[in-house]
């Protein structure tokens, strides 16, 4: 167990509809980044929340965006839903910015038909 | 060419045999992370390095820095070892953001 928790952890959404996945990170972490893990491949990082302001995002479009609450929770929104983006979601929490561990949640499979 | 690159691919070996999983690296690192990853997704961080070498248990984590490259091994290898072995690079600057590389299917057979 590592102290994250992501849900729902299974998904199946309409192509055009709008998505949020949430993650609650372990306790005393400020850290939280979002991977999307398509079938057979490593996971590819989306983007990057530190004490609630974006600190870096990757090769996604606009209408993936994300949200970090006060108590570090987050939360990951796909809008416009392509077939594409079926893939699993991976949210990592740690309790600094650089050289530390990754605690990773158990993922959101999402399957958009 | 990706940035991470692992090898082999999928191994399949015998109970109680020696296992080595390679990596290859391309950018400048600040820590190179290995991972497993089970069916059903979660993944769990076996060893954060970025020099030397580390050992907890059964698995031994080795890096040389000037040739870019890694080695996971795991010594006495057992079914429960069955997994996806994921090596992942932090490229530094001001996030920690994962480079993950494809993983290796590893199975362990009785």
């Known amino acids: 167990e590592t102290g994250v928790t992501q849900s729902p952890t299974h998904l199946i959404k309409t192509r055009g509809q709008q998505v949020t996945l949430r993650c609650s990170s372990q306790?005393?972490?400020?850290?939280v980044s979002w991977y999307q893990q398509a079938l057979g491949q490593g996971p590819q990082f989306i983007f990057q929340?530190?004490?609630?302001?974006?600190?870096g995002r990757g090769n996604f479009p606009p209408r993936f965006s994300g949200l970090q609450f006060p108590n570090y929770s987050s939360e990951l929104n796909v809008n416009a839903l392509e077939l594409d983006d079926s893939a699993l979601y991976l949210c990592?929490?740690?309790?600094?910015?650089?050289?530390?561990?990754?605690?990773f949640g158990q993922g959101t499979r999402l399957t958009v038909v | 060419k990706n940035e991470v690159e692992q090898s082999p691919q999928n191994l399949t070996a015998q109970e109680g045999e020696f296992i080595t999983i390679n990596c290859s690296y391309s950018?400048?690192?600040?820590?190179l992370h290995w991972l497993q990853q089970h069916p059903g997704g979660g993944i769990v961080s076996l060893f954060m390095?970025?020099?030397g070498k580390k050992k907890h248990g059964r698995l031994i984590a080795t890096i040389n820095i000037q040739e870019k490259h890694s080695s996971l091994h795991i010594t006495a290898s057992h079914p429960r070892d069955s997994a996806v072995y994921i090596c992942?690079?932090?490229?530094?600057?001001?996030?920690?953001?994962?480079?993950f590389g494809t993983g290796t299917l590893l199975a362990v057979q009785p």
């Open positions: 990592a929490s740690s309790p600094a910015l650089t050289n530390t561990e990754a605690f």
């Open positions: 306790s005393g972490h400020n850290t």
């Open positions: 929340y530190y004490r609630e302001e974006e600190n």
């Open positions: 950018v400048g690192i600040s820590a």
């Open positions: 390095l970025s020099s």
């Open positions: 992942a690079v932090e490229p530094g600057g001001a996030t920690n953001k994962l480079i």
